[in-house]
């Protein structure tokens, strides 16, 4: 005998074997029957004090009504606390005014357009080309820019700048120049 055929008649012993067991269950359902007369029988209630129905906490739960808080009771994230009412606001010309910081000014914008960059050979310094119209300036990093911008650093995609006159530091973008005509 091969040891698949084992395998097979051991499987198929088993089937029947459970095959059986549902029928005998089946076909003799008062075996069943007894054994829930029997839990019956030996079933001994919880020892309760008083069992009756408090009536008064039925009512007063069907007599309450729901007050909205400000709160969906539905979502985990709480609401923001409630702002009291009795707060005060000084206004200009108190004694605990405190005026608004000015905000900084914007950064610094370079007025040419900056389309590439690339190194010189034999060298590791980087090169900007940027243009106005028709001319074309190329700097490296240290340079002034039309006596009013320092190039700080140049990469592949930007160029950062310092305007001479505040200390400002700004940056422009490499701009694609579309297709020559």
């Not at 729901?66 to 005060?88: A, C, L």
């Amino acid at each position: 005998m091969t040891k698949k055929v084992k395998i097979e008649t051991v499987g198929l012993a088993g089937l029947l074997v459970a095959a059986g067991t549902i029928w005998f269950y089946y076909g003799h359902p008062e075996i069943g029957s007894a054994r829930a007369a029997t839990l019956a029988v030996n079933y001994k209630p919880m020892g309760v004090e008083n069992s009756r129905i408090h009536h008064e906490r039925v009512e007063d739960a069907r007599n309450t009504e729901y007050e909205f808080r400000g709160r969906d009771i539905f979502s985990r994230v709480q609401p923001p606390p409630p702002i009291p009412q009795d707060i005060r606001i000084p206004k200009p010309g108190d004694e605990d005014y405190v005026a608004p910081a000015v905000p900084p000014p914007p950064p610094p914008q370079l007025s040419l357009k900056f389309f590439g960059s690339g190194t010189v050979l034999g060298s590791s310094s980087r090169r900007a080309f940027l243009t106005d119209g028709d001319a074309v300036f190329i700097v490296s990093e240290g340079d002034t820019l039309l006596g009013r911008y320092r190039i700080v650093k140049i990469s592949h995609a930007n160029l950062e700048f310092e305007e001479i006159g505040s200390g400002r530091h700004g940056f422009t973008v490499i701009e694609d120049q579309g297709p020559a005509l």
